[in-house]
């Protein structure tokens, strides 16, 4: 199945997300609307615990399953690199708890303590080990990425710059600001931006890297069987599905 087709509904979810939350920074601002309940909250980039997070936590799970079913169909067919496909799946699944529990925010405490730092680009030290993290998982998964073709390659790696971007950049320029820049609502414009921003690039990133998954997946002739009851979802080689994807099983 071509990625065009779901990756454009996402696409579509990510853009009303990103609309929904500047209009209600703009009723908060104007017509003194609080973001902080209500709907509005359910739409709040810089919340936790609402639609959004549950939103950027389905991107990583969506990634998860096909890096997963990629993994599968590697194993089966001997093509090559089955582990670190499934060690993806496994950072993505990780990732996809994380966003919607916050884990990282346990480190940010103990960290700043340590490293007695308030203000600044590690004002948010949890990004510290999340930095070491993505240097040990780019050494490991870089064999697996010089295996692939040129455009998937580019796109996938375009993909984790642009939520790496977000995520961990922008959130380090958010830390210069975010205990200075306040104002009676909260925070400032200024550090709004960044915020949403951040938070933009990040499913955008999301997005980017379900559809370079998608690709990699359809070109290895991976099928995404959906089932229902007892069924799961499983990849196989193409030649052992039918031509229907995916396919729902009562």
């Not at 779901?6 to 853009?15: G, I």
């Not at 973001?35 to 639609?51: M, P, S």
């Not at 993806?88 to 940010?108: K, R």
């Amino acid at each position: 199945m071509s990625p065009v087709r779901p990756t454009l509904w996402l696409w579509r979810a990510a853009a009303l997300v990103v609309v929904l939350h500047v209009l209600g920074i703009a009723a908060e601002r104007l017509l003194d609307v609080p973001r902080a309940t209500g709907v509005l909250r359910q739409f709040d980039l810089n919340a936790e615990g609402n639609a959004t997070a549950w939103f950027g936590s389905f991107l990583l799970l969506a990634a998860a399953v096909v890096a997963g079913a990629v993994a599968v169909t590697a194993r089966s067919d001997g093509s090559g690199h089955a582990r670190r496909w499934t060690v993806l799946a496994v950072l993505m699944l990780v990732m996809s708890v994380d966003e919607t529990a916050q884990l990282h925010d346990l480190a940010t405490g103990p960290l700043r303590r340590a490293l007695d730092t308030e203000l600044g680009l590690f004002h948010f030290a949890w990004v510290l080990p999340a930095l070491l993290v993505l240097l040990l998982a780019g050494l490991y998964l870089a064999p697996l990425v010089r295996t692939l073709e040129l455009r998937e390659r580019t796109r996938l790696l375009r993909a984790a710059a642009v939520y790496v971007t977000g995520a961990v950049v922008l959130e380090m320029a958010g830390g210069l600001v975010v205990d200075v820049d306040v104002d009676v609502n909260g925070y400032t414009l200024p550090y709004l931006s960044i915020v949403t921003l951040e938070e933009t690039l990040e499913m955008v990133g999301a997005v980017m890297l379900v559809g370079a998954l998608l690709q990699v997946a359809g070109r290895r002739g991976t099928r995404l069987v959906v089932g229902l009851g007892s069924d799961v979802v499983t990849a196989r080689p193409a030649s052992d599905v039918g031509p229907t994807v995916p396919r729902v099983v009562p």
